[in-house]
């Protein structure tokens, strides 16, 4: 399927919208608490453009690759000012003589086929004492497992219409990830919570709740990274 197929998912009436704009919006600020405006930045994915927004305002080098041209065109319409430098290209084919101080993989690995494999090519595309920052959708989350006890998922693994709609292949766990980062060479430094989300989207929605309180349910969510909606961990090669 082309990669072009999902834009629907990347444009402002998506039904997950809500979720995106919180968590998108965050993750990027806690990376940038983390790291310094010289760092050398290669991000995976433009996604809904919110990251590359902030990133390229941020970091002086910064570098993006996607494999869709409509999601890249979208980007451009949205984020006209943008200061990224763009690749069009997929992560797969990405080949590059500089190496990166930090690498970005934000809500990537859910999509690709092969994730380890992905998580090993960039590896060795880090700097010496280089960060890489995954973060991923966490099926444990404090929503599913409500959802899966009262039977409205079948268990917290299952895929739902917005994640196939948005491509998504997979869930990640805590354990899964670690696993996954550290038999692809890297050891983990740091993990995190996004978002600790406690119902459904459409409850959330409904709720009308202030900005505070959404932003206190991202600082909170920071310490528990088993419950929260998404995942982000720090991690360097030891290879």
Same mark, same amino acid.
């Given at each position: ?111 690709? !086929? ?7 090519? $960039?590896? %060795? @595309?880090? /700097? ?6 995954? *973060? ?78 959404? !932003? ?7 310490? $528990?990274? %088993? @419950?929260? /909606? ?6 360097? *090669?030891?290879?």
């Amino acid at each position: 399927m082309s990669l072009d197929s999902h834009l629907p998912a990347y444009k402002p009436d998506f039904a997950y919208q809500f979720d995106n704009e919180i968590m998108l919006n965050w993750y990027p600020k806690r990376i940038m608490a983390l790291t310094e405006p010289g760092n050398n930045v290669l991000e995976l994915g433009i996604g809904h453009g919110y990251t590359c927004n902030h990133f390229s305002d941020y970091f002086h080098h910064y570098v993006v690759i996607d494999g869709s041209e409509s999601v890249i065109s979208n980007f451009k319409q949205v984020f006209p000012a943008s200061k990224a430098e763009i690749v069009e290209g997929f992560f797969e084919d990405f080949s590059s003589e500089r190496k990166f101080d930090v690498i970005i993989m934000g809500f990537v690995l859910e999509h690709v !086929d092969r994730p380890k494999d992905i998580l090993e090519k $960039y590896r %060795e @595309l880090l /700097a010496p004492g280089g960060r890489c920052f995954v *973060s991923v959708p966490n099926a444990e989350s404090l929503h599913r497992r409500f959802g899966a006890a009262a039977g409205l998922l079948d268990n917290v693994l299952t895929l739902g219409e917005g994640d196939l709609v948005l491509g998504h292949q997979r869930y990640y766990t805590v354990a899964s990830l670690t696993s996954e980062l550290e038999e692809a060479g890297y050891s983990i430094q740091r993990k995190e919570g996004i978002f600790l989300k406690p119902v459904t989207t459409q409850q959330m929605i409904s709720l009308d709740l202030r900005s505070d309180i959404i !932003d206190g349910m991202c600082k909170v969510g920071i310490d $528990y990274p %088993e @419950l929260s /909606a998404g995942l982000l961990f720090e991690a360097t *090669s030891n290879r």
